[in-house]
């Protein structure tokens, strides 16, 4: 199975910081890779796909890049909003695995 | 609106059984494969299986292996976790998601879970 790293497990900043989180797998995964983000009590949303594309309706200060074993995930500006848990998954093979989740907190 | 939401969660005892549904609206669901992931209180999320949108292939965890399985109704839009042989650590809000189409098996559309207790 492929395991995903992410890093840092937890993250405190302040509204308008840039914050990037990164997720790192066992083996390469090419850009099969996708973010989540995840607020309590809420079931995940998609956020970004293939490494690097946005989805439809998620704001551009997010970001993806990577590609084979290294990925990262970066809120250029920090909103209210965007505090929450954030997830990689790989979609490269079976089984699916996640990383840890990487909890953005208000400093 | 595109939807998916699921239901039968419940108390169950450890060896039981419980069945789990997902109605899906707002989009064609016989196009599409689907998942169940799950999430163990105040834990990450674990992916448990996958199907195809003719159900012709079916993928599990190895912690489910033997004990779950999945299903689907296209003429009913529905999806189904058939879950025998419960374990605690069965405990989990349970979400069945819709695997993108391309790329492939990104999981673009979520229920808002159902919790399944596994408790004496």
């Known amino acids: 199975d492929i395991q995903m790293t992410q890093s840092p497990s937890s993250v405190s900043a302040s509204v308008g910081d840039r914050v990037t989180i990164t997720c790192r797998a066992s083996?390469?995964?090419?850009?099969?890779l996708a973010w989540y983000q995840q607020k309590p009590g809420k079931a995940p949303k998609f956020v970004i796909y293939?490494?690097?594309s946005l989805q439809s309706g998620v704001p551009s200060r997010f970001s993806g890049s990577g590609s084979g074993t290294d990925f990262t995930l970066t809120i250029s500006s920090l909103q209210p909003e965007d505090f929450a848990t954030y997830y990689c998954q790989q979609a490269n093979s079976f089984p699916f695995t996640f990383g840890g989740g990487t909890k953005v907190e208000i400093k | 609106e595109v939807q998916l939401v699921e239901s039968g969660g419940g108390l169950v005892q450890p060896g039981g059984s419980l069945r789990l549904s997902c109605a899906a609206s707002g989009f064609t669901f016989s196009s599409y494969n689907m998942n169940w992931v799950r999430q163990a209180p105040g834990k990450g999320l674990e992916w448990v299986s996958f199907i195809t949108s003719s159900s012709g292939t079916i993928f599990y965890s190895d912690s489910v292996k033997g004990r779950f399985t999945i299903s689907r109704d296209n003429a009913k839009n529905s999806l189904y976790l058939q879950m025998n042989s419960l374990r605690d650590e069965d405990t989990a809000v349970y979400y069945c998601a819709r695997d993108s189409l391309s790329p492939a098996h990104a999981f673009d559309i979520w229920g808002q879970g159902t919790m399944v207790t596994v408790s004496s």
């Open positions: 083996q390469g995964i090419s850009s099969w």
């Open positions: 293939a490494a690097s």
